[in-house]
């Protein structure tokens, strides 16, 4: 099992969208492991593989208080949504902000697990957002464009020094 580096706004990568995974193989099965090493190390609830700069529809989640129910989706995707909530989010590439975002409060979700089986499921609460957020990611939408173009570009700015620092 290896960590994987986390990509980090403005990365452009974070704005592709992911391709459906088709092969569920071993190949798929050690990145998603991989990722979940990953989301763990970094101590996040949920990880989608456009973060780590690979554009496929991989997303792992765990939003247990004993970090011990992971899930794996594949190929996620929101059949219905029900009312409306708003929440305090954060993101492992957009890191140490804060910021409240809506959205819906109750979804109904379908999505393939490592061997390629078909789920289907209700959340809320937190699975809920961490899921709805992981979706955004694969089609390369982060929490930050829910916010105004101003506050947008001082968190771009403030990273942006971040990283000029980080490679000093
Ligand atoms: O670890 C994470 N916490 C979180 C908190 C509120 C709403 C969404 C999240 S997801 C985030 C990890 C992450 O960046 N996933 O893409
Ligand atoms: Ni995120």
Known sequence: MSILEILHYPDPRLRKSAKPVEKFDAQLREFADNMLET???????????????VAKRV????????RDQPQFLINPEILAREGEEISEEGCLS???IYEKVSRAERIRFKAQDKNG???EMDAEGL????IQHEIDHLDGKLFIDYLSGLKRQRIRKKLEKEARLAQA
């Not at 989301?39 to 700069?53: F, N, P």
């Not at 997303?59 to 004993?66: A, H």
């Open 117 to 119: 089986d078909m789920v």
């Open 127 to 130: 699975l809920a957002v961490c």
């Open 94 to 96: 957009v890191p140490a």
């Open 39 to 53: 989301m763990y190390h970094s101590s996040g609830i949920g990880l989608a593989a456009t973060q780590v700069g």
């Open 59 to 66: 997303v792992v989640i765990d939003v247990s208080e004993e």
